[in-house]
């Protein structure tokens, strides 16, 4: 019998000893590399040394390793991963058959533990490195909450102090979020605070703002650094993120591999850019080397375009200015999207392995308007019974988009894209769409370019 003659079960498991026991380092393969953070004050690429100030010292070499391509996963990540994964991949058959489409649509469903979503794949990650360079704990920013959650696991696991800067709007809207995060002994504080000197400034200038994630890294940064023992980290946009979350691609491939399944469209969801760049990873390495061919399509919010409306272009990463400069498809540090957007993935700029890509011509993205993006998320649920995140529901959308492509063509075509996680604590905005007050909002060029002016002169 051959591998394609093979009936594909509604799910694809790995067995145990078929688990990935290294990450991929997509750079490695890359011709033009990411371009390297910049120090602010001098404009110079920022050294180990200087990393290593406010980021954990095993990470920074990870952020700055464009080539070892295998990077070996240590034994203690390996056996937390082995709580939760593999994840499942998913056949999508009860969404083609509604769909009527001629299309193989599959899903690699990253939602399968309590943070909810692919976070962990890095927090874990992360955790450890800390915890082997003796630190005593580490601090960062959530926006949804989803990465404060999967960190404070991490933490517990590892026996870590958790400080987590809780954009306020969210701190408000998600008491349960903050709550999962206290269980996990997290100490949870809403940004901007007056716990930091960048926060009390921030309050100072826009006395009552709700917050952002530009904002709440700031804050983390500050605590990190003015304490000792302490290192900030962060769970999308750099490189070594990319890296721990090459997992979801390696699973993914390895599975398919072993129905003889090659994939012709790869999608996921961009905020910071961390699980498409995973899923994508092993695939876009193939396409890199010339041994094979696929079309990867990045799905984004209408309302934060980084990559379809953005520049390409040197920015700051937060809003305080505290951290190093990145090249990166980016709104500015200014952007905020607008209040009623809901659908998370609202970060102003992109990871710059993905902002490479893309500015080389292998990434493709579209840009979505969140009603649409919570249409697809209610059929999807309805069909296949996982109640989508919002952010996970972008991919939905764009799959279902060029599965009903197909539908017209005849094209029987084979997606794949990433379910990035579950929507539990997401119903304000599900509650908003079911009532006909979630509105659709397009930035103009006129707003772009407000946040455009707040880009550094590099
Ligand atoms: C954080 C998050 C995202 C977006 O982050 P990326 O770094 O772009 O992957 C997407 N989906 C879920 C469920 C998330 O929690």
Not at 36 to 60: H, I, K, Y
Not at 221 to 230: C, F, K, L, Q, T
Not at 422 to 449: C, V, W
């Amino acid at each position: 019998m051959t591998a394609q003659s093979r009936e594909i079960p509604y799910k694809i498991y790995l067995e145990e000893n078929e688990l990935p026991t290294a990450w991929y380092n997509l750079r490695a393969d890359m011709k033009n590399k990411p371009a390297p953070l910049l120090n602010p004050a001098t404009g110079a690429p920022m050294s180990a040394e200087e990393l290593e100030a406010v980021f954990c010292r095993d990470l920074v070499r990870q952020e700055l390793d464009d080539t070892s391509r295998d990077i070996p996963i240590p034994k203690d990540i390996l056996d937390f991963y082995k709580m939760y994964r593999p994840s499942p991949l998913v056949r999508a058959y009860f969404l083609e058959k509604a769909l009527e489409t001629p299309a193989k649509i599959y899903y690699k469903f990253e939602g399968n533990n309590t943070s909810g979503s692919h976070k962990l794949n890095s927090a874990i990650a992360q955790a450890y490195y800390a915890k082997k360079q003796g630190l005593i704990g580490v601090t960062t920013e959530t926006g949804a909450g989803q990465w404060g959650t999967a960190l404070a696991m991490a933490c517990a696991y590892m026996g870590l102090d958790c400080r987590v800067y809780m954009v306020k709007i969210s701190y408000e809207q998600k008491p349960f979020r903050r709550e999962v995060m206290r269980t996990y002994g997290a100490d949870v504080t809403p940004s901007p605070s007056e716990t930091t000197h960048v926060g009390r400034e921030i309050l100072k200038a826009h006395p009552g703002t709700g917050g952002s994630l530009g904002c709440a890294i700031s804050e983390a940064v500050e605590d990190a650094v003015s304490h000792e023992g302490y290192r900030y980290v962060l769970g999308s946009v750099l490189n070594q993120v990319l890296l721990h979350q090459s997992i979801i691609g390696l699973e993914a491939k390895a599975a398919m591999d072993k129905f003889g399944i090659k994939p012709d469209v790869i999608i996921g969801c961009a905020g910071g850019g961390s699980n498409l760049g995973g899923l994508i990873s092993p695939f876009m390495g193939e396409k890199l080397r010339g041994e094979a061919d696929y079309r990867f399509i990045a799905a984004e919010p209408a309302s934060c375009p980084s990559l379809t409306r953005g520049r390409f272009a040197y920015d700051f990463c937060d809003t305080g200015h505290v951290c190093p400069l990145a090249k990166m498809y980016t709104l500015g540090s200014d952007f905020i999207p607008s209040p009623n957007h809901a659908g998370g993935l609202r970060y102003h700029g992109m990871s710059p392995v993905l902002s490479q890509l893309r500015a080389d011509g292998l990434l493709d993205a579209v840009a979505l308007e969140q009603t649409s993006v919570f249409s697809a998320a209610e059929l999807f649920a309805r069909v296949e019974g996982t109640l989508p995140a919002p952010e996970s529901s972008h991919a939905i959308k764009a799959a279902i988009d060029e599965a009903l492509k197909c539908k017209e063509t005849g094209e029987e075509k084979t997606i794949l894209f990433g379910l990035t996680g579950t929507g539990y604590f997401d119903m304000k905005a599900y509650e908003q769409f079911h009532n006909g007050t979630m509105i659709d909002f397009i930035p103009s060029d006129a707003d772009l370019e407000q946040g455009f002016r707040s880009l550094p002169a590099v």
